[in-house]
Every structure is written in structure tokens, then in C-alpha cells.
């Protein structure tokens, strides 16, 4: 084992830290209150091929893998700069098309993805929720096309990407009721899909849609990978956005610690440094330990996620390998987004302690990253869902519904 970064690692966090903190809390707070999108950071890391560091070269992306684009999300976290849309667009979108692409579909997807173009991801639906097994949303075949019906929510960036990837329908299990999924490429702009915004209450440039397919036409060739074999392949782009979720509150974890480091260090108020104060000390430490735990975590899940893409975990303790290895990672991203949800949260909620009332007014820039790092408790896989993820795979612990 090497618990050391290299130094190929220390300079892409350098690279990141350092156009992102051009940039910084400030840019990204005031976008969001304008309620614009942070168009100049995205394309800025997406011209210096951050945003496809982990797709393959072929397709004009640097060939690295899940490792380095959680590097760069939690940078630019770090830097106070949370973007949810690495998450759906290369984290899942990316890594769905160059795992189960074919050629064509990689070239004129990948290819702009690399230079910074926007896809995003569909997955929830109203009724369905967390269960998507229940997902409603249908692709009928009909000729030379799909049909899609029903309709997905809280779909985040549908007014950035040009196209997204939509989960969908194709086929009922008879003995189960479970349905058969399928995943396709679908434009943003096609006709019979209609969308209304969210109103929503958290801090970020994304914003979120109910999205409506009625009779959408999809031509074949935008299937991704097998028909019915959505669900499995699906795994393969949710991994990775755990581990990006994770990413985001350990960068948010370490922005608010060093804020709270820094004015713990320099506000008196009865003649010494508050933080000399155990009160405000040791939950900090606390904190800063959780985020450490946090961080070796989702570097672990990063780490199996792209050994397991590429078979080589080592494998002298496993039995059957792929199995073990596919458990293992889907474990870690499970684990991973467990911990540094918590964290971040625990390190904004101290940091904001440790600033008094300044903690919640804009200026100190803490409060308005509560929701982003709250959503991602609840998104994109519930606390809930990964502690029963973690009872039944990991405890062998029986399943509750
Ligand atoms: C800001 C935002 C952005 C989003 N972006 C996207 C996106 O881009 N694409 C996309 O597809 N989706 C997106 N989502 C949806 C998100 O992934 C879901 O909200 C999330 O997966 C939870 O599903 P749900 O809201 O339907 O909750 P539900 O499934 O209705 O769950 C409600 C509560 O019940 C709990 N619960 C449910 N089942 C169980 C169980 N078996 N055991 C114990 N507890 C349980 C849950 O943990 C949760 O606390 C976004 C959501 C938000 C808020």
C-alpha cells in the first residue's frame, strides 16, 4: 500500500486549486445569486481537460480515471466552487458512454464531453423514487426508433446539456412486476419533451426539472449499451457520482475548516483567540478528523471503481474476482458518500458555530453552502439507502421492503 500522492496527483489538485481560487467563493456566490450558471469556471477547467481527465484518449480525453476527476471535484469544492453538474455529466454520463458506447456514440458524445459539453442524467421519477425498479417511464420500439413516455424529476442542468441520459422502461419481469431497463441518448430539445422548473431552496448554479416525455421519438442507435440491461449498467455511472458527491463534501469539509481555522485563530472576544476555547476547538478537530476519514474513503472507492474497470484488483483472496471486485467498489462508493456527507456537514455546522452570527450572514461565505452539502445526504443515494445497502451486502443482514 502507498498512502503517498504522486506527484502527477499533486500537481492536477495544484492545477485545479489554482484556477479555481481565480475564481473563488465569492464568483461562485454570486452566480448563484443572480441565478446564473458558473459558465466561466466550467469552461475554464473544461479548456485545461479537467473535465475529462478520466475519458479515454482515443476521444480526446486524457485517460485517467475516477481518482483524478474526484481530485478535481474536490478541489474545486475546496475552493468553495461545488459544481453538481460533474457528477451527472462525466462522472455518470461519462463514464456509462465509454463504458457501454459504441464507437460512433462515443465519438460524438465523448468528444465534446471532453472539451467541457454538458450531458445530464435521468434517472428519478416521481412515483418511482429511490425503488427503481418501479421506474414508469417507457421506451417502446416501433421501427427504426423508440417511443418514450411518463416522466423523471428533480433532473438537474436540463436547460445546459444538449442531451441527457434517460433510464427507461423496455420490458416488465413477469414474476417480479420489476421493471426491465434501458438506457438511451436522448436531445434536450426533442419534440414532445416538455419541462417546468423547481423552485428549490438550496444554493447552486444547477437548477432542477420535472421533465415530460409524450410520444418522444428516439432513433435506435441512441440505445446505450443492451436492451433490458439498464440496471446493471447502470451502476457503472452511479458509482462514480457517489464518489463524486463524496468529493464535493470533503472540498466543502475543507473550505469550511480552513475559513474556521483562520477566524478561530484571529477573533477575540475576552482577550484571546476563540479558538483557544475547547468549545470551539474540539469540534473542529472533530470535525477535520471525519473529513480526513471521508477523504481516504472516497479515494479507496475511486481507486476500485477504476481497477475494477480495468480487472485488475489483485485477486488472491477472492473466489470468484468479479463478483468480489464489483461488490467491493459498489461497497466504498456506498461507504464513501456515507462518511463525507456527514462530514461536510459536520465541518459547514462548526465552521458556522465558530463564526457566530457572522456564519450565517453572506459575507463569510459558509451558510449558503448548507444546502448543496445537505442535498447531498438525501442525493444522489439517500443516507437511508446506503445504510441498507450496507446491513444486507456488507452484514448479510435481512432486507426490510
Ligand atoms: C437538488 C437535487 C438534484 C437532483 N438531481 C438529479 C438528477 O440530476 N437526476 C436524477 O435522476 N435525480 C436527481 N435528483 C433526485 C435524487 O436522486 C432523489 O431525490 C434521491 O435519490 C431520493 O429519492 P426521492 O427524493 O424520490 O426520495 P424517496 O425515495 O421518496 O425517499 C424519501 C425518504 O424515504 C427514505 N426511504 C425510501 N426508501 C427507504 C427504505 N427502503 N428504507 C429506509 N428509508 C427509505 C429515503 O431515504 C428518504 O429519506 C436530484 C434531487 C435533488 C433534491
Known amino acids: 500500500m502507498d498512502f503517498a500522492e504522486s506527484p502527477e496527483h499533486e500537481m492536477l489538485r495544484a492545477a485545479v486549486r489554482d484556477v479555481a481560487a481565480k475564481y473563488g467563493h465569492e464568483y461562485y456566490a454570486e452566480k448563484v445569486r443572480a441565478g446564473e450558471r458558473a459558465t466561466e469556471l466550467w469552461d475554464a477547467i473544461g479548456e485545461l481537460g479537467f473535465l475529462g481527465v478520466h475519458l479515454p484518449e482515443e476521444y480526446g480525453g486524457g485517460g485517467a480515471g475516477m481518482v483524478e476527476l474526484a481530485i478535481v471535484c474536490e ?53 418511482a423514487g429511490s425503488n427503481s425498479h418501479n421506474i414508469a417511464t417507457t421506451a417502446t420500439r416501433d421501427g427504426d426508433v423508440y417511443r418514450l413516455n411518463g416522466s423523471k424529476t428533480y433532473i ?18 413477469p414474476d417480479s412486476g420489476r421493471a426491465r431497463l434501458s438506457l438511451f441518448v436522448v436531445d434536450t430539445d426533442a419534440p414532445g419533451l416538455e419541462r417546468t422548473l423547481i423552485p428549490m431552496e438550496i444554493s447552486g448554479p444547477e437548477k432542477q426539472f420535472t421533465l415530460f416525455f409524450d410520444d418522444v421519438e428516439v432513433p435506435a442507435d441512441r440505445l446505450l449499451g443492451g436492451v433490458d440491461e439498464g440496471l446493471r449498467q447502470v451502476f457503472v455511472g452511479l458509482n462514480p457520482e457517489r464518489i463524486m458527491s463524496a468529493a464535493i463534501c470533503t472540498g466543502v469539509g475543507r473550505y469550511a475548516l480552513g475559513k474556521a481555522a483562520a477566524y478561530a ?10 479558538g483557544r476555547h475547547q468549545g ?19 479515494l479507496k472507492a475511486a481507486w ?43 465541518a459547514l455546522d462548526a465552521a458556522i458555530q465558530t463564526h457566530g452570527g457572522n456564519g450565517l450572514s453572506s459575507e463569510y461565505g459558509l451558510a ?21 445497502f450496507v446491513a444486507q451486502q456488507s452484514l448479510g443482514l435481512p432486507k426490510s421492503y
Open 280 to 298: 470551539i476547538a474540539h469540534p473542529l478537530a472533530t470535525a477535520k478528523i471525519e473529513v480526513e476519514l471521508a477523504r481516504l474513503m472516497t
Open 156 to 173: 438537474s442542468g436540463v436547460d445546459e446539456a444538449d442531451a441527457m441520459v434517460v433510464v427507461t422502461r423496455t420490458s416488465t419481469d
Open 368 to 388: 449558503d453552502l448548507w444546502g448543496m452539502v445537505r442535498l447531498l445526504r438525501i442525493a444522489p443515494v439517500s443516507r437511508e439507502m446506503v445504510l441498507n
Open 304 to 346: 476500485l471503481h477504476d481497477h475494477q474497470q480495468l480487472g485488475s484488483i489483485p485477486t488472491h483472496r477472492a473466489s470468484t474476482h468479479t463478483e468480489r471486485m464489483s461488490r467491493q467498489s459498489a461497497e466504498a462508493a456506498n461507504m464513501a458518500k456515507y462518511a463525507a456527507a456527514e462530514a461536510g456537514l459536520h
Open 75 to 127: 478541489e474545486l469544492a475546496a475552493q468553495g466552487c461545488p459544481l453538481l453538474l460533474i457528477l451527472v455529466s462525466p462522472a455518470i454520463c461519462g463514464e456509462l458512454i465509454a463504458t457501454f458506447g459504441t464507437a460512433a456514440q462515443k465519438d460524438r458524445w465523448l468528444r465534446p464531453m471532453a472539451e467541457g459539453a454538458k450531458m445530464v442524467f435521468a434517472i428519478t421519477e416521481p412515483d
Open 265 to 274: 485563530n484571529d477573533r477575540e472576544v475576552w482577550g484571546t483567540p476563540i
